[in-house]
């Protein structure tokens, strides 16, 4: 971790703690902290370090140079001889590579030979004043033995703050498809231009209530159209669909598989709710299965009674699809781009005896608070909490599941996303007895299928939730490489903090962007259906690497057709 002489050990952590939340990572997945030989032994790095109990890597400015780093700066170049010591220095330690010394932790570092400083440029940093350093991590099984194949990859670029940079890389295992440069972010041939990028992104304070729109809808949104038809009628390569690719896994398969020799049975919930309601601690009682979560929408519209309904947008449009085909006048809080689609629980109208919210919000990848969403209960009024990508966050941070204090809280989740079952329809509903039971008087005679219910069980096993943690790491790191793909592009603007597995992206004429990309093999989900945006968004999917870069490739062309 570099930084100006003089800097205390709590700046130094409080950089590193955020770019790890950043990344979805605990303190405990940091392995070292990597900087430029001569800024090895500054107490500031030595301090944090000791208190993280990792060494110290102090690698020689020759080394750094010659990796190549996705976002390189003139100042560091001249002042060190490499483009980005932060970038550089991750991907270098994660990789294991190079003769960087360790010196030891905290304390306990040695002292630097060379005397020099620099600054990893961007704006309003000093030429010669500031070292960069990195922070370096594992994110593999605990206690798995290391791959025969793997390589370092950027998971956060390099962040700053006034006297501390910070870079996050971690080694993870290569795909046989995928190309593996040992420590290169890209391959060289990628195809577009690199350019230093503006200060880290960071979440505007919110407005107050009177700031944020609030109205009744009035007007032309597609609340019906959803991802899938992006792809439908074409074979294109799809960034639309928020379903994890691989999708299910064999062994999920040969489950619903063996489950069709009982099919003449009519369907029994019991195990499966019962495996619901052990998997978040809840009595059986307090668990509905549904078709989908979509189902659930439904269910909610039709067999509670709201007299102000509100829809906080943007987000999920079958909320209040459903809402409003129940007959509904729904009212919407319009979240904006620049209060960084954040949630300021006092836009909601304090008469609003229905509120429906997302978390991780799709499509803007926004991962509200719990304290934020549950400041929204009331008595007397339903808080729906759409929870449908919530197992893409690694360890379900601000989960709302398995609440038991939060009055009116109905929390609905899906299996379709992780498990890639939007095919077979299951998902389920968390909430009081007295909800679920008037929900379940409004649903049909056997409304989830032997073969879902099958599905549901399966997925809730401690195998099954181990490999959902392990998949939700995966995303947050193919989701930091789209991240630092799109950077690269000063037509395109990303929504900070994105949690889920999914970024929103704002490019002017993002329409005809996407209708360019269509022609070049890719879709992308249109932004102007959701409320609260218009027709220059779009949403994309994370896929892995190897996609990735073709889609960035691609995105290059895309752009450059129109001028």
């Known amino acids: 971790m570099g930084a100006r002489s003089g800097v205390p050990v709590d700046e130094v952590l409080a950089l590193v703690d955020a770019v790890l939340r950043e990344a979805g990572l605990p303190r405990a997945a940091v392995r070292s902290l990597a900087t430029l030989d001569a800024r090895a032994a500054e107490p500031g790095i030595a301090g944090a370090a000791a208190l993280l109990g990792v060494p110290v890597r102090g690698f020689a400015a020759e080394e750094l140079a010659a990796v190549s780093v996705p976002h390189p700066s003139a100042l560091p170049l001249a002042a060190t001889g490499t483009a980005s010591v932060a970038e550089a220095g991750a991907l270098l330690a994660a990789a294991g590579g190079g003769t960087g010394a360790r010196a030891g932790t905290g304390a306990d570092a040695g002292t630097g030979t060379n005397g020099g400083t620099e600054a990893d440029g961007g704006t309003g940093a000093r030429a010669g004043t500031e070292a960069d350093a990195t922070v370096t991590v594992a994110v593999g099984a605990g206690g798995a033995a290391p791959v025969a194949r793997a390589r370092a990859v950027l998971l956060v670029p390099k962040r700053r703050t006034r006297r501390v940079t910070c870079a996050l890389a971690a080694s993870v295992p290569v795909r046989s498809h995928e190309d593996a440069p040992a420590v290169r972010l890209l391959p060289p041939s990628h ?164 509120v429906v919210i997302g ?123 789209l991240l630092a793909g799109l950077a690269e592009f000063d037509e395109v603007r990303t929504v900070a903090g994105a949690e889920g597995p999914f970024v929103l992206v704002r490019i002017d004429g993002a329409d005809a962007v996407r209708e360019r990309l269509r022609s070049l093999g890719f879709a992308a989900r249109r932004g102007d259906t959701f409320p609260g945006l218009d027709r220059n968004w779009l949403r994309l999917a994370v896929r892995d690497r190897a996609t990735t870069n073709r889609f960035l490739q691609a995105l290059d062309q895309a752009l450059l057709m129109g001028g």
Not at 245 to 265: E, F, K, N, Q, V
Not at 451 to 463: G, K, N, Q, T
């Open 359 to 481: 978390n991780p919000t799709n499509p803007t990848s926004v991962l509200h608070p719990a304290a934020s969403i549950t400041a929204l209960a009331r008595p007397g009024r339903t808080l729906v909490v759409d929870e449908a990508f919530m197992d893409a966050v690694p360890g379900e941070r601000e989960s709302l599941a398995g609440r038991t204090d939060v009055p009116g809280l109905v929390v609905l989740r899906s299996l379709t996303k992780t498990w890639g079952l939007a095919g077979l329809r299951i998902g389920y509903v968390l909430a009081a007895p007295g909800t679920v039971a008037e929900l379940e008087r409004a649903q049909p005679l056997w409304p989830v299928s032997t073969p879902a219910l099958v599905a549901a069980e399966a997925c809730m096993s401690r195998a099954a939730l181990a490999e959902a943690e392990h998949a939700a790491h995966r995303i947050g790191m193919e989701r930091a490489h």
């Open 191 to 354: 195809g577009y231009i690199a350019g230093e990028p503006g200060s880290p992104p960071t979440i505007p304070t919110p407005h107050t209530t009177a700031a944020m729109d609030m109205h009744t809808h009035t007007d032309a949104h597609d609340l019906r159209h959803h991802g899938d038809a992006e792809v439908r009628d074409e074979k294109l390569i799809d960034l639309a669909v928020n379903v994890r690719t691989d999708t299910p896994p064999d062994w999920l398969r040969r489950r619903i598989a063996d489950s069709l020799t009982g099919l003449a049975a009519y369907p029994d919930g019991r195990v499966a709710r019962a495996a619901v309601a052990e998997r978040h601690d809840l009595p059986a009682n307090r668990v509905l299965l549904t078709a989908g979560a979509a189902e659930a929408f439904v269910l909610l519209a039709r067999a509670l009674p709201a007299r102000r309904p509100v829809v906080v947008h943007p987000q999920f449009t079958e909320p209040e699809a459903a809402l409003r085909d129940a007959g509904h006048e729904v009212d919407r809080v319009l979240l904006r781009e620049e209060d960084g689609f954040r949630l300021d629980p006092a836009a909601v109208p304090e008469d609003a005896d229905l």
